[in-house]
Nanobody, 128 residues
Framework: QVQLVESGGGMVQAGGSLRLSCAAS????????????VAWFRQAPGKEREFVAA????????KYADSVKGRFTVSRDNARNTMNLRMNSLKPEDTAVYYC?????????????????WGQGTQVTVSS
C-alpha cells in the first residue's frame, strides 16, 4: 500500500501563488517512485473530480488541463519520492480540494479511475 500525503494548501487572493507538495511512502516494502505514474486532480464543491496535471516517470513529459496551462507547473523528485504543483496567477475558480494520485500503470492519465492510490487532499481557496 502506497501512502500519499499532500501539503501546502491554504487561502490566497486572486493573482497569488501556492506550491503544493505530495510525499509518497510505503510501510511494508521499499517504494520505487519511478514505478509510478503520478498526477494532480482537484474537486470543487458539487463538482466531479477533475484532472489538473500529470508528469511521466522519467520527467520527460508533462500534461495539463487547459484551464491551468501556462499557470501551473508540475514536477517530481524521484530521489525524494515527492511531487509538486506550483500554482501561479490563481483564480477564484481554482478553489478546490487538490489531490495527488499514483498508480503503476495509469493508462489514461486524465481519468481519476486510472489511479489506485490517493492522498487525503489539501484545500486551496482563492478569494477575489
Amino acid at each position: 500500500q502506497v501512502q500519499l500525503v499532500e501539503s501546502g494548501g491554504g487561502m490566497v487572493q486572486a493573482g497569488g501563488s501556492l506550491r503544493l507538495s505530495c510525499a509518497a511512502s510505503a510501510r511494508t516494502f521499499n517504494l520505487i517512485f519511478t514505478d509510478y505514474s503520478v498526477a494532480w486532480f482537484r474537486q470543487a464543491p458539487g463538482k466531479e473530480r477533475e484532472f489538473v496535471a500529470a508528469i511521466s516517470r522519467d520527467l520527460q513529459f508533462t500534461k495539463y488541463a487547459d484551464s491551468v496551462k501556462g499557470r501551473f507547473t508540475v514536477s517530481r523528485d524521484n530521489a525524494r519520492n515527492t511531487m509538486n504543483l506550483r500554482m501561479n496567477s490563481l483564480k477564484p475558480e481554482d478553489t478546490a480540494v487538490y489531490y495527488c494520485a499514483a498508480d503503476t500503470t495509469a493508462p489514461a492519465y486524465y481519468v481519476p479511475s486510472s489511479y489506485e492510490f490517493w492522498g487525503q487532499g489539501t484545500q486551496v481557496t482563492v478569494s477575489s
